[in-house]
T-cell receptor, first 113, second 115 residues
Framework: AQTVTQSQPEMSVQEAETVTLSCTYDTSESDYYLFWYKQPPSRQMILVIRQEAYKQQNATENRFSVNFQKAAKSFSLKISDSQLGDAAMYFCAYMDGVGDMRFGAGTRLTVKP | DTEVTQTPKHLVMGMTNKKSLKCEQHMGHRAMYWYKQKAKKPPELMFVYSYEKLSINESVPSRFSPECPNSSLLNLHLHALQPEDSALYLC??????????????FGQGTRLTVV
């Protein structure tokens, strides 16, 4: 079974600064997908960024980028120029080749003004 | 329309009640999911439907009964629940379970309280 580990239960960042959230996973598959989802107090899970395992290039979406290290099974999220609206619970997720998604325990991000 | 709509948003039910949660999407997605999320925990996969057929049941107790009447609708029928079943129930959909290069869209969830 695949497991996803987020070792930082809580993180804090100053507004406009950069923060990195860590995620590691364990799998024997070669074809899989990795995601970062954000869950604000409104409860809805919102996709932040996605990475296909077969792609070597790290995904970027505006202020969000990932550092994908396939051999190390590491998938960290970097948030640049942090904004107050970035405050939320962030979940790292692994999706296997048949589309079943598993989540890490989550990291609660606080943004200080 | 990239919405997954869940109703009701909140539900309080007694242990002898029968109730249903509803999930609807009109994106043409053929995979739909139920997740259970306890407070301060990640979502846990319960059921997966692919092309209206149940593909995965993650050893969920029989007091939870999923139903997929058509490709746009997913229900979760609840009967004889326990207080520990109180949680946020999230529905999600994706284009096709066997084409994993797509994201899952989530609804806002139903906050269930069993009294």
């Amino acid at each position: 079974a695949q497991t996803v580990t987020q070792s930082q239960p809580e993180m804090s960042v100053q507004e406009a600064e950069t923060v990195t959230l860590s995620c590691t996973y364990d799998t024997s598959e070669s074809d899989y997908y990795l995601f970062w989802y954000k869950q604000p107090p409104s409860r809805q899970m919102i996709l932040v960024i996605r990475q296909e395992a077969y792609k070597q290039q790290n995904a970027t979406e505006n202020r969000f980028s990932v550092n994908f290290q396939k051999a190390a099974k590491s998938f960290s999220l970097k948030i640049s120029d942090s904004q107050l609206g970035d405050a939320a619970m962030y979940f790292c997720a692994y999706m296997d080749g048949v589309g079943d998604m598993r989540f890490g325990a989550g990291t609660r991000l606080t943004v200080k003004p | 329309d990239t919405e997954v709509t869940q109703t009701p948003k909140h539900l309080v039910m007694g242990m002898t009640n029968k109730k249903s949660l509803k999930c609807e999407q009109h994106m043409g997605h053929r995979a739909m999911y139920w997740y259970k999320q306890k407070a301060k925990k990640p979502p846990e996969l319960m059921f997966v439907y692919s092309y209206e057929k149940l593909s995965i049941n993650e050893s969920v107790p029989s007091r939870f009964s999923p139903e997929c009447p058509n490709s746009s609708l997913l229900n979760l029928h609840l009967h004889a629940l326990q207080p520990e079943d109180s949680a946020l129930y999230l529905c999600a959909s994706s284009q096709d379970r066997y084409r994993a290069n797509t994201e899952a869209f989530f609804g806002q969830g139903t906050r269930l309280t069993v009294v």
